[in-house]
Antibody
Framework: EVQLVESGGGLVQPGGSLRLSCAAS????????MHWVRQAPGKGLVWVSR????????SYADSVKGRFTISRDNAKNTLYLQMNSLRAEDTAVYYC??????WGQGTLVTVSS | QTVVTQEPSLTVSPGGTVTLTCASS?????????PNWFQQRPGQAPRALIY???NKHSWTPARFSGSLLGGKAALTLSGVQPEDEAEYYC?????????FGGGTKLTVL
């Protein structure tokens, strides 16, 4: 059974940093493209970032480009999202997804003073 | 700024048929945009339904189908069930980046 478990969310002040993790199991992580998607409270889904299997290719939404960095550790079956220079508008539940097919339950990030 | 547009809300009767659409501000949606569709019930994570325009996941009920219709991506539900009441999102690929539509709230009444 595919399992994706996000962690690392919490309350952070504007301008601060946070690193999210997504622990994967039940499939061959090293051969799967992975995504981060977020959802602000009461709002729609927003695609954030994507990484290919060996980290040689990444892409980002314009709203996070230059502030967020996606990465992965295939030995640990874990996906990461390093978030810097956080803003109030980054407040959301962050989901990781495998090939946009399988999704985790999300982790809440709140940016507030 | 690329915008993907969906109907904000639709209502359908149980057993009926409804089509949700997904338009791109850049022009006609083609298979190259690799349309995906997702269902999200309140308080739950999204669930993938359709990928690459019309392909179903192993868990996608047969009553869901994807297509291209009049320059848009489309999701058709035939024989709607009460449990289909949910928010539905389309997702389009723009050469490296993906953009979600704003979602369609489907009410089964």
């Amino acid at each position: 059974e595919v399992q994706l478990v996000e962690s690392g969310g919490g309350l952070v002040q504007p301008g601060g940093s946070l690193r999210l993790s997504c622990a994967a199991s039940g499939f061959t992580f090293s051969t799967s493209w992975m995504h981060w998607v977020r959802q602000a409270p009461g709002k729609g889904l927003v695609w954030v970032s994507r990484i290919n299997t060996d980290e040689s290719s990444t892409s980002y939404a314009d709203s996070v480009k230059g502030r967020f960095t996606i990465s992965r550790d295939n030995a640990k079956n874990t996906l990461y999202l390093q978030m810097n220079s956080l803003r109030a508008e980054d407040t959301a539940v962050y989901y990781c997804a495998r090939n946009l097919a399988d999704w985790g339950q999300g982790t809440l990030v709140t940016v507030s003073s | 700024q690329t915008v993907v547009t969906q109907e904000p809300s639709l209502t359908v009767s149980p057993g009926g048929t409804v089509t949700l659409t997904c338009a791109s501000s850049t022009g006609a949606v083609t298979s190259g945009y690799s349309p995906n569709w997702f269902q999200q019930r309140p308080g739950q994570a999204p669930r993938a339904l359709i990928y690459s325009t019309s392909n179903k996941h192993s868990w996608t009920p047969a009553r869901f189908s994807g297509s291209l219709l009049g320059g848009k991506a489309a999701l058709t539900l035939s024989g709607v069930q009460p449990e289909d009441e949910a928010e539905y999102y389309c997702l389009l690929y723009y050469g490296g980046a993906w953009v979600f539509g704003g979602g369609t709230k489907l009410t089964v009444l």
